[in-house]
């Protein structure tokens, strides 16, 4: 990997490439990695709007050990509007917050356009912006989808869902012998498991971590997706603090991109017949619309998962157990389980065992004994939800401004007042609630916003692109990222969004296969 970020600020930009993404998150350096292993002589640039904020390139935030350098990565992925130093720099400090528009380290909320009178808009919806994207801050939870969340006309989904596995480097044993963490799993089990398949049972929640020789966590950020092979990769070049303002499309053929520097303000282009568009799914439909190519499904079909939360506390602990491997100090979190979606129990639940209660607790407080239930809902899909893109104003980068059109349907409600129900009749199979009835976070609160470049089978308006990523009648553009994926889906989708990527880099290999051995 070359990296232009120490060249500054009179660096130049590549001037031509085989392949430019734009974005460094997750679902990019899946791309980046792929064509890393299978198209060796491909040369690779990868812009980012953000700046490098930690090493290697993109890794999660949580494995710097010392708290101030923390914050500084932390504040510089903020974008334009940074916290000041005394933010929070933990992800798990608003728990239980009932906050209106809950904020966590490492990201930003749109300073307007979130909501629209009348409607209930997605005043929680956040963005990073530097290298590695969101999956510097995550929680790294990577559940497979199930059931309906699957999407039918991906036929070797279980397949790419082993290559995002692999990518992300996803775990279900790095915290399974977290304090309590078998106790919490024995007790969900004896409530859930009787009329469920095998691989919608409780379980481990699969997370992307793994542990040092020493003990340490180390969490998965797009870094260990990137991998020695695109690090060792001469040809594929990362150009942090770089803008992609308009993919050029002639005669609906990619030519290539046009780059804002942003440290010097000059606007590049670089050629190139195939751009991938990585950059959430917000800002890559923003980019579309900034390039002239506006499908009708552009931006629509926008869905985050309602969330509710709760915590209790476990019941009947009487000691901190034994033989339990001690946490490394920088997790913020200690056991996850999973409560699997399915179509008759349509939530996904996310079991975290805290290290510290979201309230004061009289006395001392064992070990994993404070659970925090966090219960996410399939949404209602409807055209009509969608962010539009203004042809006059812009937003902090000189893109055009957003406008979010949300609602929450009578079948939303509906879903979100049964979740309520099912998450303290869960909590009851583990203890006693600790901080009252469950909070239901605003929307966009789980970040996992997606559907607004969606995949389909046919083009038939619905969609935005194929089952590989490639946009619809626009030769050589591709997206990607959790706004490909064109289910309901409760789960958490980075996993969804990086096996899709996968396939999408094959598609790419391939063609540039066919094109060199010519
Ligand atoms: P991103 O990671 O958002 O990366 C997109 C990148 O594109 C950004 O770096 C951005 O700066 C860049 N960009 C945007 N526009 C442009 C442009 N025009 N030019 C150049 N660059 C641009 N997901 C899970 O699945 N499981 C979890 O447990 C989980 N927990 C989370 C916890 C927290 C606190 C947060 C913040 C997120 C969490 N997520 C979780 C969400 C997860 O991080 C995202 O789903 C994932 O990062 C999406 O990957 P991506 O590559 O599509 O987008």
Redesign the pocket.
């Known amino acids: 990997m070359s990296s232009l970020s120490d060249a500054a600020p009179e660096r130049r930009l590549p001037d031509s490439a085989d392949v430019v993404i734009?974005?460094?998150?997750?679902?990019?350096a899946a791309y980046a990695r792929i064509l890393s292993e299978t198209s060796p002589a491909a040369r690779i640039v990868m812009?980012?709007?953000?700046p490098i904020v930690s090493d290697p390139p993109g890794s999660h935030v949580k494995n710097i050990a010392d708290n101030a350098e923390r914050a500084r990565a932390q504040r510089a992925s903020e974008g334009p509007r940074p916290q000041d130093d005394a933010a929070s720099t933990n992800?798990m400090d608003d728990y239980a917050s009932d906050a209106a528009r809950l904020w966590?380290p490492?990201?930003y909320l749109l300073a307007s356009g979130y909501r629209q009178p009348g409607e209930d808009g997605l005043p929680a919806a956040a963005f990073?912006?530097?290298v590695g994207?969101?999956?510097a801050?995550?929680?790294?939870?990577?559940p497979r989808p199930g059931q309906s969340e699957r999407i039918d006309f991906v036929p070797d989904l279980d397949e790419l869902l082993d290559e995002g596995e692999r990518l992300l480097g996803v775990s279900a044993t790095a915290l399974a012998d977290a304090p309590l963490a078998d106790e919490v799993q024995a007790r969900l089990a004896r409530g859930f498991d009787a009329d469920r398949p095998a691989d919608r049972h409780v379980q481990t929640m699969p997370l992307a971590v793994h542990r040092t020789a020493e003990g340490n966590l180390v969490w998965s950020g797009a870094d260990v997706v990137f991998g020695e092979e695109t690090r060792a990769n001469p040809l594929f070049t990362l150009v942090p603090e770089?803008?992609?303002r308009r993919v050029i499309v002639e005669d609906g053929v990619v030519r290539g991109i046009d780059v804002e520097d942003r440290r010097s303000g000059e606007i590049h282009r670089l050629t190139s017949p195939v751009v991938v568009v990585?950059?959430?799914s917000l800002?890559t439909p923003q980019?579309l619309f900034a390039s002239g190519v506006t499908p009708p499904a552009l931006g629509r079909y926008l869905n985050d998962q309602p969330q509710i939360v709760h915590a209790v506390r476990l019941r009947d602990v009487e000691d901190a157990p034994t033989g339990s491997t001690a946490d490394s100090a920088i997790t913020a979190q200690s056991g996850v389980s999973w409560v699997p979606f399915t179509d008759d129990y349509p939530y996904h639940g996310q079991v975290m065992q805290l290290d510290a209660s979201p309230v004061p607790l009289e006395g001392d407080v064992i070990p994993g004994s404070i659970v925090g239930l966090g219960w996410f809902c399939a949404k209602d899909l409807q055209e009509s939800d969608r962010v539009e893109f203004s042809p006059d104003d812009v937003d902090e980068y000189g893109?055009p401004a957003m406008r979010i059109h949300y609602t929450l349907t009578e079948r939303d409600h509906r879903t979100l007042a049964d979740a309520a129900e099912a998450i303290i009749a869960a909590g009851e199979l583990l203890g006693d609630p600790v901080g009252g009835d469950p909070i239901t976070f605003p929307p966009g609160a789980s970040?996992?916003y997606q559907g607004t470049v969606r995949m389909g089978e046919v083009d038939d308006g619905t969609s935005v692109c194929d089952p590989h990523g490639e946009v619809w009648g626009t030769r050589g553009l591709f997206v990607a990222?959790?706004g490909v994926i064109p289910t309901a889906t409760a789960c958490?989708?980075?996993?969804t969004?990086v096996a899709l990527a996968v396939a999408g880099a094959r598609r790419i290999a391939r063609t540039l296969d066919a094109l060199t051995s010519k």
């Not at 812009?47 to 953000?50: F, K, L, R, T, Y």
């Open positions: 734009v974005g460094s998150g997750p679902a990019g812009i980012e709007v953000g992800t966590r490492g990201t990073s912006s530097n994207g969101m999956a801050h995550w929680t790294g939870a990577c770089a803008l992609g990585a950059a959430d800002r980019l893109m970040l996992h990222g959790n958490n989708p980075t996993l969004g």
